[in-house]
């Protein structure tokens, strides 16, 4: 209010100053007087004042537009004016908008059009580095392979996202099922950045696929310097790495060399059984048997499986069964209570034709963890003490209805192995097999097990009238003459 009545108050005074001075100038005489060139030009007191402030007016529009000239004369010759760092800011603004909007789409899962604002921000920006990258990863989530491929080909062109354009050519070829390529440019992103845990555990998959296994020993090694492998996973690693090079030796037709390999693997997880088979074959060829018999031992504690007792037979092959009962208490009072150890037992003593201390060592064994093997040893511990037809094939029967026992299986994908393998034949990872049950399935025999009481019954009928047994059951007999040899495969003196 205060402030209102003051403005009205100057302006009142300033209109009356101004109609003071006009007036005292119109009423004063005299002037200005200009002469040009003999001609002479004259003025009143207020043409004057007006004159005046015309001319200062005119000289500072004139100084400004030569301003203007001398910019626009900077311009033409190249040189860095606001004028072109004014149009810079927004193409570097525009760029880093399509930069975020793409990323946005690419997070959203939107390829196609995270991939038209990776163009674009590569257009407006130029950052490759950071654009390539966008472009790769839309392209790959648009199916647009080669886009992707030409992308991180580019990346590889440039020190600073080498790493990443090789690493993600490796997954493309992975993809592909090209091992070949893949595997030189694990090598290639390995040696760019070892302490990259994924890259060093893709690079020892293909190692280990195309049975490189030096190569994937160094590549263990370095993992292990690194601290990415704890200690003891990285011993048990080099020593399947270790028997599987000592396997291609042997193959080769070097023994000695794969035996000092097969020894070593060994020494390095006294545990992993195919290691200690091989390793015990070695000592029996350099007429060690006492070492031989050590590390199945030792083996045995850990994991009891047929393929040691099967070596630790072949460390005296000629021996007679009792003599080879009584050898055999070495490994079996190690593990008394374990399946393995009761069925080991029970073979010997079949083998020994002592058919009362077969049952007695197989106990219980058919009623708490019945597989195929120990119900199949029932039926040759009956047949050997004399039963009736019925009993022993009331025995065969059911083994075709229980679980078939351990196996090679690899953890990973489930796929069940006739023999150990260091890289699964499925899903191709490195060292997943363990020797375990596979869990039972429902459809071993389809529609067969409602059919084997009527089999068995008719074997009953006929037994009587000399009349052959129905094809099926033939073979399983055989099968009950064949375990009667102690163990599978180790004892060839038989
Ligand atoms: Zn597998």
């Not at 370095?222 to 090079?245: F, M, Y």
């Not at 006294?270 to 000592?283: G, K, R, T």
Request: with cysteine; hydrophobic share 45%.
């Amino acid at each position: 209010m205060l402030w209102s009545l003051i403005k009205i108050v100057v302006f009142v005074t300033v209109i009356a100053a101004l109609t003071w001075g006009a007036g005292y100038l119109l009423e004063s005489s005299g002037g200005l007087q200009i002469t040009v060139m003999g001609t002479e030009f004259n003025f009143g007191p207020l043409q004057s004042v007006i004159a005046v402030i015309g001319l200062v007016i005119a000289v500072w529009l004139l100084l400004k537009v030569f301003a203007l000239l001398v910019a626009a004369w900077h311009f033409l010759n190249g040189d860095e004016t606001a004028l072109s760092r004014y149009f810079d800011r927004n193409r570097e603004k525009k760029g880093y908008e399509a930069l975020s909007e793409g990323l946005m789409a690419l997070a959203s899962g939107e390829g196609r059009l995270a991939l038209s604002k990776a163009a674009k921000a590569d257009k407006y920006l130029e950052k490759p580095e950071l654009t390539n990258l966008l472009i790769a990863q839309a392209a790959e989530m648009a199916g647009d392979r080669r886009t992707a491929e030409d992308a991180y080909r580019k990346m590889i062109t440039n020190q600073a996202t080498r790493f990443v354009g090789v690493r993600g050519l490796m997954k493309q070829k992975l993809a592909d099922g090209d091992t070949d390529t893949a595997l030189k440019l694990a090598q290639k992103a390995f040696a760019l950045k070892p302490k990259h845990e994924e890259t060093g555990d893709v690079l020892l998959k293909l190692q280990a696929e195309k049975e490189d296994w030096k190569g994937a020993r160094e590549t263990l090694n370095t993992k292990l310097k690194n601290g990415q492998l704890p200690r003891d996973v990285h011993k048990r690693r080099d020593a399947v790495l270790a028997l599987s090079e000592a396997k291609e030796v042997f193959a080769e037709g070097n023994s000695i060399e794969s035996r000092e390999a097969a020894i070593e693997a060994n020494r390095l997880s006294p545990d992993l059984i195919p290691a200690a088979v091989m390793a015990a074959h070695s000592f029996i060829e350099q007429d060690k048997p006492k070492y031989a018999a050590r590390l199945l031992k030792k083996a045995w504690s850990v994991q009891p499986h047929p393929d040691l007792a099967a070596a630790f037979a072949a460390i005296q092959p000629n021996e007679t069964p009792k003599e080879r009962l009584k050898r055999f208490t070495m490994l079996t009072k190690v593990q008394p209570d374990h399946a393995e150890t009761k069925m080991l037992l029970a073979e010997l003593n079949i083998a020994a034709e002592d058919f009362p201390q077969a049952r007695r060592s197989l106990g219980d064994l058919v009623e708490t963890n019945a597989t195929a093997r120990s119900v199949t040893l029932m039926a040759a511990i009956e047949r050997g003490e004399g039963a009736s037809d019925t009993i022993v094939k009331g025995w065969l029967a059911r083994a075709l209805n229980v679980s078939r026992g351990p196996q090679w299986i690899c953890e990973n994908c489930q796929h069940i192995h006739a023999s150990w393998n260091p890289v699964c034949e499925n899903c191709h990872s490195f060292d997943t097999l363990a020797w375990k049950t596979p869990p039972m399935s429902e459809v071993a025999m389809p529609g067969g097990l409602q059919m084997l009481p009527l089999i068995v019954g008719t074997i009953e009928d006929n037994s009587g009238a000399d009349a052959k047994p129905p094809v099926g059951t033939r073979s399983d007999i055989e099968d009950a003459e064949l375990i009667t040899d102690p163990v599978e495969n180790g004892a060839k003196s038989k």
